[in-house]
């Protein structure tokens, strides 16, 4: 895994919002999540995520996560999304559309 994060966070605030998430992401549940541009994306989390620590592009040190998404389609290559993006993180009952809202 890489060192370097688009952005690094240190506040509690920030910090207790990842680890929230982290919370919401067990390993092999089935999720639809929101991002931060609007788009979602839908799948299995292949693990879950942890917080760990990175550098931004100006070298400050912070934390950040990444979560892997694989598709229901197997065949699609798998999301890896960093954990500052999610705006929303929704459950998949086995056999529901991945499509629809909620």
């Given amino acids: ?3 370097y994060a688009p952005h690094v966070y240190s506040e509690q605030v920030q910090i207790a919002t ?3 998430w982290v919370s919401l992401l067990g390993g092999q549940e089935r999720v639809r999540v929101e991002l931060d541009d609007g788009s979602t994306i839908s799948g299995t989390v292949a693990v ?3 917080i760990q620590t990175y550098l931004d592009d100006q070298q400050r040190e912070g934390l950040n996560g990444q979560l892997r998404i694989d598709q229901l389609d197997a065949a699609q290559e798998p999301h ?3 954990m ?4 929303a993180v ?3 009952p086995l056999g529901s559309d991945p499509q629809a809202a909620p």
């Fill in 90 to 92: 929704h459950p998949l």
């Fill in 48 to 50: 879950r995520p942890s």
């Fill in 80 to 82: 890896w999304i960093w």
């Fill in 84 to 87: 500052d993006r999610i705006v």
């Fill in 1 to 3: 895994m890489s060192r």
């Fill in 18 to 20: 990842l680890e929230h």
